[in-house]
């Protein structure tokens, strides 16, 4: 992969399994005996293919369930893929609500974790471990199991690991929509500093406004399907349509 490529993904499918359980009751369980709960296969993400070059904002656009989530998880490695491969140049983080974090760690402990995961040394992580819980302020809750965090708590601490530890790749699902106004704020304003400048932002939002801001390119994603990949404009547009 050439060295201007953050991100390279060929044929990338994904199928969760749920079962349609009416199982659960006394009742359920007495009229569907001899039924076994019924297997449904949802297609998540179909064949996709893209590249994502170092320093791009890429937007995430399309309605509930059309599999944005999905992907960014998939690119993060949370998922594995069905089908297909990924090749990422560089360290990468991914916001949304604490995926990614453990629940049953303290804030400490994840600040460890996930910083080494970015390939930190211990020493370096000391040196800005404060730092991180500065900034996520949750100053008062840093040994606490971060299951008893808000969820504005887990993503100001995911949040902050990230643009203090430095990953090369960051997924932000839907960072402008959680947190309380104040942390909205903060992370606008990490989002236009130079901070930003040449690392690789894949950000997911419902704000077409945010989108336009920020993205150099986007995708439009349709019943897990990349329907467009490129103007962030005529990404909108398409999007717009299909709202329509
Ligand atoms: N862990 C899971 N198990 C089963 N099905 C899932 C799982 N995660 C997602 N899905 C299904 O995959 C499809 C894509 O979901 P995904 O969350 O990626 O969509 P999205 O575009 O991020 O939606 P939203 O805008 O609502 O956040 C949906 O049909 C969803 O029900």
């Known amino acids: 992969m050439s ?36 297997s449904k296969a949802i297609m998540a993400l179909k064949h996709m293919s893209f590249e994502v070059r170092k320093g791009e904002c890429i937007g995430l656009i399309g309605r509930n369930g059309s599999g944005k989530s999905t992907l960014t998880r998939i690119l993060a490695g949370v998922y594995p893929t069905d089908s297909g ?7 990468t983080m991914l916001m949304n609500l604490g995926v990614g974090m453990s629940h049953e760690l303290t804030a400490r402990e994840n600040v460890y974790v996930s910083s080494s995961v970015m390939g930190m040394k211990i020493k370096e992580v ?11 302020e949750i100053e008062g ?12 708590m887990v993503a100001r601490l995911a949040f902050s690991i990230a643009v203090k530890a430095g990953a ?3 997924f932000l699902d839907e960072i402008f929509a959680v947190g309380d106004a104040k942390f909205q704020d903060k992370a606008i304003k990490v989002f236009e500093s130079s901070w930003i400048q040449g690392r690789t932002v894949i950000l997911v939002s419902h704000s077409m406004e945010v989108i336009k801001k920020y993205c150099t390119r986007a995708a439009f994603l349709k019943h897990g399907e ?7 404009e ?8 299909d709202n329509q």
């Open 226 to 232: 990349l329907i467009y990949y490129g103007d962030t």
């Open 85 to 91: 491969y990924i090749q990422i140049n560089g360290t």
């Open 234 to 241: 005529k990404a909108i547009d398409l999007y717009m349509q």
């Open 141 to 152: 809750f840093v040994d606490t199991k971060i299951k008893f965090f808000s969820s504005g």
């Open 3 to 38: 060295q201007e490529i953050a991100i390279q993904a060929e044929n990338i499918s994904k199928v969760f399994h749920i079962t349609e359980d009416n199982h659960n009751t006394v009742k359920g369980r007495l009229f569907n005996i001899f039924n076994p709960p019924r």
């Open 168 to 170: 090369d790749i960051m």
């Open 126 to 136: 000391d040196a800005i471990f404060d730092e991180i819980i500065a900034f996520a």
